[in-house]
Nanobody
Framework: VQLQASGGGLVQTGGSLTLSCAPS????????VAWFRQGPGKEREFVAA????????HYADSVKGRFTISRDNAKNTVFLRMTDLTPEDTAVYYC???????????????????WGQGTQVTVSS
């Protein structure tokens, strides 16, 4: 199973981007799906997640109100809409999925067994 993330790029402060993630050989419909990011010299951190079987969404405080995670089950694709971007959002963004995540662990990297290759987002000042 491979997750293919796309949509990254270079954007100015205040701009917007939408990332997409689609799996090959797996359906997202029953998975908890999430986005993480890793900035320069930083550890990979949780950004957003959508819990399996529901429309329940969860966000890191740093992106709440600016980022929106969503999924289109018909297209088997997960999205991360990012608005009002700042240079602090510069990072490689990774999508992740798992059918076994429990609610209390969905912000943990270790909870996810499937990862995408990452897509670079660079926000210029």
């Amino acid at each position: 199973v491979q997750l293919q993330a796309s949509g990254g790029g270079l954007v100015q402060t205040g701009g917007s981007l939408t990332l997409s993630c689609a799996p090959s050989g797996r359906s997202f419909s029953r998975d908890t799906v999430a986005w993480f990011r890793q900035g320069p010299g930083k550890e990979r951190e949780f950004v957003a997640a959508m819990f399996r079987g529901s429309s329940s969404t969860h966000y890191a405080d740093s992106v709440k109100g600016r980022f929106t995670i969503s999924r289109d089950n018909a297209k088997n694709t997960v999205f991360l809409r990012m608005t009002d971007l700042t240079p602090e959002d510069t990072a490689v963004y990774y999508c992740a999925a798992s059918g076994r995540v429990i609610l209390s662990a969905l912000r943990s990297r270790d909870a996810y067994g499937y990862w995408g290759q990452g897509t670079q987002v660079t926000v210029s000042s």
